[in-house]
């Protein structure tokens, strides 16, 4: 079965009981037994619901893996999967990564006696001198949030393996629509399924996908034993979405190359963080390891102050002034203030991400629009 169907079909099937095409909402909380231990694979909603388990088959499909499990929000995924660590171990983690997943390994974790290094993966150089006997995973971002810089997967797990450690890609950006981390030698992959998968900005959700049988039964454990769940409602609201996330992701892809372009060319724009751009330093890596360049965009003013980017992103009339991405909908940002604001000034300016640097996830919107809304919002500097 080739890709574009995948996305229609993966995981799903007709309703045995009534035929019904889209996969029945199973609101239950329990589910009755003929007789003590004869449940017919489900027992507690908390364990399995099939609405639920219908979700998890169908993005490990798309990622090309055999185990899913689905959560309550991407950072109730991260947490299952940093939870397979004990105490003394250590994560090797993007130093441009989102905020969220930067708080949860520093103000959480770090409680819990695990410590966290972060650093430019895209120098296997630096990853390397971090690894000692106390490394126990390598957590990826690429394309990295905000910055979009791209890591070398293939690489970086082929380290990861030399040292038995456990290699988390994060996808959310790119999507299994332009990129598998699996075949590149992921042993996790995570989504932040709120976004693309998603897609319509109306739903909270996480997943984890692998395809070790041993990872799978830890991972399964965690999520029975903590119960960070999504309910059947949000797991129906992303099996929608996945039967539209290419022609989505296309869209929003051709979009960001006009933008891009826009952006490049435009007198009061300094700086265009965008790997589709061919004078992009991680445009190479993005052609051999992607099939697409994405629909997120960074990029920076010629006045670079807080207060400019403010002003800009306050001043637009089509995008929308908020948090999350790849809805739709166009949303634009400040992440120095807004989605990356638990990362101390200092380390956010030495990785990169300046305080006025604007994020953009580019919507399906017609282009022409997108493109005249940004210029009349960065005109408005000059009033």
Same mark, same amino acid.
């Given at each position: ?101 930067? =708080? &949860? ?8 006696? /695990?410590?966290?290094?972060?650093? $430019?993966?895209? !120098?296997? *150089? ?15 971002e690429t394309p990295t949030n905000p910055l979009l810089k791209l890591v ?69 454990f965690l999520q029975n034993s903590c119960g960070a769940v999504c309910g ?15 022609? =989505? &992701? ?8 006009? /933008?891009?372009?826009?952006?490049? $060319?435009?007198? !009061?724009? *300094? ?93 399906i919107e017609d282009v022409e629009d997108l493109i005249h809304d940004l ?9």
């Amino acid at each position: 079965m080739r890709k574009n169907t995948k996305y229609i079909h993966a995981g799903v099937h007709p309703d045995p009981s009534t035929g019904a095409i889209m996969t029945p909402i199973f609101q239950t909380s329990t589910f009755v037994q003929a007789s003590p231990g004869d449940h017919q694979g489900y027992e507690y909603a908390r364990t399995g619901n099939p609405t639920r388990n219908a979700l998890e088959n169908a993005i490990a499909e798309l990622e090309g893996a055999k185990y899913g499990l689905c959560f309550g929000s991407g950072l109730a995924a991260m947490d299952t999967a940093l939870k397979m660590l004990k105490s003394g171990d250590e994560v090797i983690a993007s130093d441009d990564l989102y905020g969220g997943s930067y =708080r &949860i390994l520093t103000k959480v974790f770090s409680h819990y006696g /695990i410590k966290s290094h972060f650093v $430019d993966m895209s !120098d296997m *150089s630096k990853v390397k001198e971090k690894i000692n006997s106390s490394t126990a995973m390598l957590w990826i971002e690429t394309p990295t949030n905000p910055l979009l810089k791209l890591v070398d997967i293939q690489a970086i797990t082929d380290i990861g393996k030399e040292h038995k450690l456990i290699n988390v890609v994060d996808n959310t950006f790119a999507s299994p629509h332009l990129q598998t981390p699996m075949a590149l030698g992921a042993d996790i992959v995570l989504h932040s399924a709120t976004k693309y998968l998603g897609g319509h900005s109306d739903v909270v959700l996480g997943a984890l996908v692998c395809d070790d049988a041993d990872l799978a039964e830890k991972l399964y454990f965690l999520q029975n034993s903590c119960g960070a769940v999504c309910g059947p409602m949000d797991s129906f609201l992303v099996l929608r979405g996945l039967k539209t996330l290419h022609v =989505r &992701i296309d869209r929003a892809c051709e979009n960001a190359m006009k /933008i891009a372009h826009f952006l490049k $060319d435009h007198k !009061d724009v *300094s700086r265009v963080l965008y790997p589709g751009l061919e004078d992009n330093p991680y445009h190479a890596l993005a052609v051999e390891q992607m099939t697409g360049f994405g629909g997120m965009i960074s990029f920076d003013l010629a006045d670079e102050s807080m207060e400019s980017a403010h002003k800009v992103v306050s001043n637009t009339k089509i995008w929308a002034l908020a948090e999350s991405l790849g809805g739709v909908e166009s949303l634009i940002g400040h992440p120095a203030s807004m989605t990356h604001g638990a990362i101390p000034r200092e380390e956010r300016m030495a990785a990169g991400l300046m305080d006025g640097t604007i994020r953009l996830s580019v919507g399906i919107e017609d282009v022409e629009d997108l493109i005249h809304d940004l210029d009349m919002a960065i005109l408005s500097l000059k009033k």
